[in-house]
C-alpha cells in the first residue's frame, strides 16, 4: 500500500482492487456518472445516458484480465475515488475513473490521475497514457486537456443498442481517443 497527502485533506492510500471491493466500486463507479447523486459532482452523464455505468461482471474482469489493474483511493479506509489501468504496448489505458461525487472539485481527480500516470509508467515503462471520452462531454475534456492530454480526432462509434454501456439519451455520441506523454 503507498500513501500521498490530498491537496483536499488527509493521507490518501493506493492499492490495487481485490474482488471483495467489486460491490463498493460498483456503487462509486455509478454514483460518479448516473443518477440522481451524479448530480452533486460535475462528472454526471445523467443527461446523455440512462441506464447503468458499469456492473459487477465488467469490474470484475478489470480486476482479473492480465495487463489490467483497478487502481484504489481511500481515505480512513473508505472508497473515494478509482481508475482502470490496462498496459497496451508502449501505452496504458486509463478508464473507469470515478470520484465521490461530494468530493469532486477539491484536487482529489487530479492527485488520482498523476498516481495513475506514475505507476503506469514505473509498472510497464509505457511512455503514453491514452483514454476515450464522449465527444459531447466538453467540460470533462477540457479537464483532461489542462492535465496535459490532448485530442486526436481519432473516433470511434458510442455502442447504440448495448445497454451495457447505457442508454443514450441523444443520437450523436461518439468517442474520442485522448493521449498524454509521459515522463
Do not use: N
Request: with cysteine.
Amino acid at each position: 500500500m503507498d500513501t500521498a497527502t490530498s491537496p483536499d485533506r488527509g493521507e490518501l492510500t493506493y492499492r490495487d482492487a481485490v474482488p471483495a471491493d467489486v460491490p463498493g466500486l460498483v456503487a462509486l463507479i455509478e454514483s460518479a456518472y448516473r443518477g440522481e447523486s451524479s448530480r452533486t459532482g460535475w462528472t454526471t452523464e445523467a443527461d446523455i445516458l440512462d441506464g447503468r455505468r458499469t456492473d459487477t461482471e465488467g469490474v470484475t474482469q478489470v480486476i482479473t484480465a492480465p495487463g489490467s489493474r483497478l487502481l484504489v483511493a481511500e481515505r480512513d479506509g473508505t472508497l473515494v475515488a478509482c481508475c482502470q489501468l490496462e498496459h497496451r504496448g508502449d501505452a496504458a489505458y486509463f478508464g473507469m475513473f470515478a470520484v465521490r461525487p461530494g468530493l469532486q472539485g477539491a484536487g482529489l481527480g487530479r492527485t488520482v490521475i498523476a498516481e495513475a500516470e506514475r505507476r503506469a509508467a514505473l509498472s510497464w515503462g509505457v511512455r503514453e497514457m491514452h483514454m476515450t471520452v464522449i465527444t459531447v462531454r466538453e467540460e470533462l475534456i477540457a479537464w483532461y486537456e489542462r492535465r496535459g492530454y490532448r485530442r486526436t480526432g481519432t473516433l470511434s462509434p458510442f455502442p447504440y443498442g448495448d445497454e451495457r454501456f447505457g442508454i443514450p439519451q441523444r443520437d450523436d455520441l461518439a468517442f474520442e481517443l485522448l493521449v498524454k506523454r509521459l515522463g
